[in-house]
């Protein structure tokens, strides 16, 4: 095999910071860790909040709309912390340092939720009419969560990324595994949530929240254990600047220059003379003609150089401006899966209060929590996950041609599509429900006689939502760049 071959083409490296070679580094051989991290963080995660609504409810003595509100607003916290984690980990540290430092935080956080759950003091005092929590042990309970919301966003953009670094996007056989790895990455999501919603849920409910928090937090020693087990096998991206600044950079370059006239000639435009991008682990992207507003920035007046050096503020290169175009045609992407969080994030509060209202019996004896019935959910992931990375997408390619059987853009729309018909089938359920406890008069029940696995009908819907849209949102944004 030639040199040119046996080290990766896209810049990265070992963890020795020389060049990465492809036959002892990435690969399978490395994302095996990364799965682990990812199946064992997932099941601390969705362990303590997938039954958090009722924590609240119970131990801390919250109403339903405090305790959804609070869940709410600390799931929202869990998905804006990300921006933290990948500022810091584009801009100074890497991947691999930011998923180890706020690892450490998520473990602190974990340890912290358990002991208010179980460490007298710390724990509510709770009797035959309820809990009653004092301040200070409901503030402490909180800097837990948010200590894990910490965590948990800081991992959450670079974990998926880190995985992908391990496949050259420049080897053809690699970047086809790259795209496998996202659908195994999301069944190892979707295997952690299954034992969180079925076995941790139950003995939240059943045995207590002490041990329903202590496994979750020993999951998430676990996963950072696994982690660090496959450093010598990692390759690594160097971090190549904050994409924020560079941004801004385009937008108050091309707002400074926007008298100035685009030249037609794409090689007037300004761009490095080296072979590679001046952004660290990216190759040079080409000029294209849309949003033609922001060539400005590279468009080369007087002025643009300070004392012989050129300011970036004042002029970028074609690669940054592409970046930013590449940026903004993904917008109507990434706006839809707002769609997408408002369905799923019924899940954990709203289904979870309804189902706690019904006949949660399966059989005599068995009882199902009412968090639990997203297991159902999972199941169907778990199952569909490989099936259509080896059978579906294998038939559809032989009529679509598509290398992987239906486009990505197509994927998400028919989850969006089912998101509508999820929360369609969820809201007629509540007024089935709300009726049958007016026309019975079962006010005062604390559980009506009306199966939740009616909702059953709802998650249904969910499952196929739930598996298009965000496993395609990780792939379509990481490996594509949106051409006109």
Known sequence: MSED???????????HNNPANKNKTGKWKACRFILGNECCERLAYYGMSTNLVNYLQIRLNQGNVTASNNVTNWSGTCYISPLIGAFFADAYFGRYWIIAIFSIVYCVGMTLLTMTASVEGLNPSCDENGCDPTKSQVVVCFLALYLIALGTGGIKPCVSSFGADQFDANDEDERKKKSSFFNWFYLSINVGALVASSVLVWIQMNVGWGWGFGIPALAMFIAVGSFFSGSRLYRFQKPGGSPITRIFQVLVASMRKSHVKVPNDKTLLYETADAESNIKGSCKLEHSKTLRF??????????????????????????????????????????????????????????????????????????????SLSLFDTLSVIFWTPVYDRIIVRIARKYTGHERGFTQLQRMGIGLVLSTIA?????????????????????????????????SHSTSWLVVQKFLPSLDNWSFSMTKHLMP
């Open 423 to 455: 929360m369609i089938v969820a809201g007629i359920l509540e007024v089935i429900r709300l009726n049958y406890v007016r026309r019975h008069n079962y006010y005062d029940l604390e559980y009506i006689p009306m199966s939740i696995f009616w909702q």
């Open 294 to 371: 922001f060539d400005k920035a590279a468009v080369e007046v007087e002025g643009d150089h300070v004392q012989g050096l050129i300011s970036p503020w004042k002029l970028c290169t074609v690669t940054q401006v592409e970046e930013l175009k590449s940026i903004v045609r993904l917008l109507p992407v990434w706006t839809s899966g707002i769609i997408f969080s408002t369905v799923y994030s019924q899940m954990s509060t709203m289904f979870v209060l309804q189902g706690n209202t019904m006949d949660q019996h399966m059989g005599p004896n068995l009882k199902i929590p009412s968090a």
């Open 5 to 15: 071959y046996m080290y990766a083409r896209d810049g990265t490296v070992d963890s």
